[in-house]
């Protein structure tokens, strides 16, 4: 029988890493120390490194939850409700150990910012939490400016098999310096709603989706990200806004322009709370899209959704 866990320390180290051998090593133990612990332990890489840390640990694989972090978390957003916190809340009473990878070579321009963000938010969603969250970096394939990033998002920084404190520690830098203007859309259709065009604009998105060819099977997850975000619109961001709508680079991307202000960082990233009614539409875009990215001043609020072609 599971005891309440009075130990409500949150730990977030990253691992600086520069070959196989020894993420193997420094992941294996790492997971090794959290089952002699008794802690539940979960692990959530890309799939490469999956197979190293399962072949690493053995038999004692089968006493951890293992995700792919290339499906679970390809949407940066949707990592800290759907994997992180899934987990953590699935074991409430219980420290629990997670390793999460969600920054791999390969991450478009596009999706690191969101990637950057979701590992700052990380110390915001679980302080006070009953976890420790180790993060891998390879240092010999990621930039130089991801590096760095990586010991603004995490207070402690583990590299060369040594654990040192972060002295640039400040997630919250990291969060408002990627809250940034995301761009003009190119050659994009858009059609301006309020609250009596709401089922137009879904009916445009679709139209629209169709014919730069998003696959059908799609195209729900594309009208209910564009419900949800023109309804946000009409209720919480002043009553109106557009949406756009293009292909880039083998995807659909859908934009809603809003002049509401989001100013809670956490937004669309808490599971819901048992019974809640409402406060789901940026989780839900979350879920269904490919990345997700925002940008919120006083002004106005851009979201802007991809699905892969």
Do not use: K
Not at 61 to 85: C, H, K, Q, W, Y
């Amino acid at each position: 029988m599971s005891t309440v866990n009075t130990d409500t320390s949150f730990a977030h180290p990253a691992l600086f890493y520069r070959s196989e051998g020894e993420y193997t090593d420094r992941t294996v133990t790492f997971v090794r120390e959290g089952l002699a612990a008794g802690e539940p332990v979960a692990v959530a890489v890309p799939g490469p490194n999956l197979e190293l840390i399962r072949a690493g640990l053995g038999t004692e694989a089968r006493d951890v939850s293992f995700l792919d972090m290339t499906e679970a978390g390809r949407n940066p957003g949707r990592i800290i409700p759907g994997v992180l916190r899934a987990f953590a809340d699935a074991h409430a009473h219980e420290r629990v150990r997670i390793i999460g990878e969600p920054i791999w070579a390969g991450r478009s321009a596009a999706e690191y910012p969101a990637c950057a963000q979701h590992e700052a938010l990380i110390n915001a969603a679980f302080a006070g939490r009953s976890a420790t969250i180790l993060c891998p970096y390879d240092e010999t394939r990621l930039d130089a400016d991801v590096l760095a990033d990586a010991f603004v998002t995490h207070p402690t920084v583990i590299a060369g098999g040594h654990r040192r404190a972060s002295e640039t520690y400040d997630w919250r830098a990291v969060v408002a310096r990627y809250n940034e203007p995301l761009g003009p859309a190119p050659h994009a259709d858009v059609f301006a709603f309020g609250a009596g065009e709401l089922p137009h604009a879904r009916h445009f998105a679709v139209g629209r989706a169709t014919s730069l060819g998003l696959a059908e099977r799609r195209l729900q997850d594309a009208e209910l990200a564009v419900a949800e975000l023109t309804t946000n619109s009409v209720i919480h961001g002043g009553g109106h806004g557009t949406l756009a709508i293009w292909a880039e680079a083998g995807q659909v991307v859908c934009e809603v322009r809003d002049s509401g202000r989001l100013t809670d960082p956490l937004a669309g990233r808490r599971p819901p709370e048992h019974g809640q009614i409402g406060g789901r539409g940026l989780l839900l875009v979350h879920y269904v899209a490919d990345l997700v990215r925002v940008h919120t001043t006083e002004d106005g609020t851009t979201v802007r959704f991809y699905l892969s072609l």
